[in-house]
């Protein structure tokens, strides 16, 4: 079955780090573009960080720049995405998705799968 697990996700104070993985299961990301995306509660699902396939170009909302860093290992099948300096505002269930192709601004609609997210807690 096709499917991409998300995991590393917990509970922090403000200021720390978590790493999150996204492993993808009975299909290859060689040839996938993989976004990070993330819905509070209350809010709508928002793109924050995307990894291209080809030559690892990135893109990453404003509000994470700096702080958060997306990375691949197509070896393991799997995609990071390091949060530095996490804030109370970055609260929220961190999702993956993979779409075949290599832009780096797909819409939502046109990912083929996803992950079922993980929590990410920052307390004040």
């Known amino acids: 079955q096709v499917q991409l697990v998300e995991s590393g996700g917990g509970l922090v104070h403000t200021g720390e780090s978590l790493t999150l993985s996204c492993v993808a299961s009975?299909?290859?990301?060689?040839?996938?573009?993989i976004g990070w995306f993330r819905q509070a509660p209350g809010k709508e699902r928002e793109r924050i960080s995307v990894?291209?396939?080809?030559?690892?170009?990135?893109y990453y909302v404003e509000s994470v720049k700096g702080r958060f860093t997306v990375s691949r290992n197509n070896a393991k099948n799997t995609v990071f995405l390091q949060m530095n300096s996490l804030k109370p505002e970055d609260t929220a269930v961190y999702t993956c998705?993979?779409?075949?192709?290599?832009?780096?601004?797909?819409?939502?609609?046109?990912?083929?799968?996803w992950g079922r997210g993980t929590q990410v807690t920052v307390s004040s």
């Open positions: 990894i291209n396939y080809s030559d690892n170009s990135t």
């Open positions: 009975e299909f290859e990301i060689d040839y996938y573009t």
């Open positions: 998705a993979a779409v075949w192709g290599d832009y780096l601004h797909y819409r939502e609609r046109e990912y083929h799968y």
